[in-house]
């Protein structure tokens, strides 16, 4: 299994920046993809990033490109979503999701193990 605990959601103003991290444990080598998904009140869950675990291939949702970047760090089993340029549209909470197979996919039911979720908030 893979225990998945993100941190870093916060407030900040429109324009700002602020980064996520989503720390995984546990049975890690079964994991290959590691995305971000949102989920705003009244919505469905969105995806908004996805990268490969090792070879480190990258997809945005066309929302977000230009202003969000994720990356990973293999020895610390971390991955991180940075995120520019913040909107008032991107306040969710957001989740860390990861993903047994090797093929990056935007379906939330797709993914195997997900975190507890972290609170972005974004000012006008």
């Known amino acids: 299994q893979v225990q998945l605990v993100e941190s870093g959601g916060g407030l900040v103003q429109a324009g700002g920046s602020l980064r996520l991290s989503c720390a995984a444990s546990?049975?890690?080598?079964?994991?290959?993809?590691m995305g971000w998904f949102r989920q705003a009140p009244g919505k469905e869950r969105e995806f908004v990033a996805a990268i490969s675990w090792s070879v480190g291939n990258t997809y945005y949702a066309n929302s977000v490109k230009g202003r969000f970047t994720i990356s990973r760090d293999n020895a610390k089993n971390t991955v991180y979503l940075q995120m520019n340029s913040l909107k008032p549209e991107d306040t969710a909470v957001y989740y860390c999701?990861?993903?047994?197979?090797?093929?990056?996919?935007?379906?939330?039911?797709?993914?195997?193990?997900w975190g507890q979720g972290t609170q972005v908030t974004v000012s006008s």
């Open positions: 546990g049975r890690t080598l079964s994991s290959n993809v």
């Open positions: 999701a990861a993903r047994d197979r090797n093929s990056i996919v935007t379906l939330e039911r797709l993914y195997d193990y």
